[in-house]
């Protein structure tokens, strides 16, 4: 399966909310910066990314360096909790994030759930206030996909991951390192 088509009911829902006019184009990026962003990645979300990545030949050793800073300057590898769930979720300017009118520079079809999932529900949005997280949309998409879940673990067991959820950039990192 694609990953787009995994991502299908979220890139539906971004495209209604976006022909309301409900869109994240005047926004500063409060929801991909330290003010908000907290997206943790399953390791078949960070498949989906690193595999962009290196397909665009953006997965490079500059990347990979500001993605450790990232790591180091929000302490994004001192996770409270047992791997398996975290119970403090930190906060981190996503690495993809270019800044208020470039957006993401990762594609939608690529693009980790819950972000996809996060989308303002009022017209032209500017301070990120009607901005929320659709846990609705995220466990109707996750219930379809009967097989993920199978395949999160299949990769945890190839690759002797520890982790069931990790922030974007240590992820990255740690899938990197597991040789995937």
Known sequence: MQPADRRLPLLNEMQRLT???????ACPG?????????????????????????ETGRWNEDLKTALRASVTK????????????????????CPFFAGQSLGCTIPREVKPYGCLGFNPTAPLESEGKSCGSDQNLL???????????????????????WWVKLPLPLALLEADQAGF
């Open 139 to 161: 466990a109707q998409r996750e219930e379809s996909w009967t097989g993920e879940a199978e395949a999160n673990e299949e990769l945890r067991k190839k690759y002797r991951l």
């Open 30 to 54: 409060h929801c991909c910066t330290a003010v908000a962003n907290s997206m943790q990645t399953t390791p078949l979300e960070t498949q989906d990314v690193l595999n962009y990545l290196r």
């Open 19 to 25: 022909d309301e006019g409900k869109h994240c184009a």
């Open 74 to 93: 929000f302490r994004l590898d001192q996770i409270p909790g047992n791997g398996k769930r975290s119970y403090l979720r930190r906060t981190y300017d």
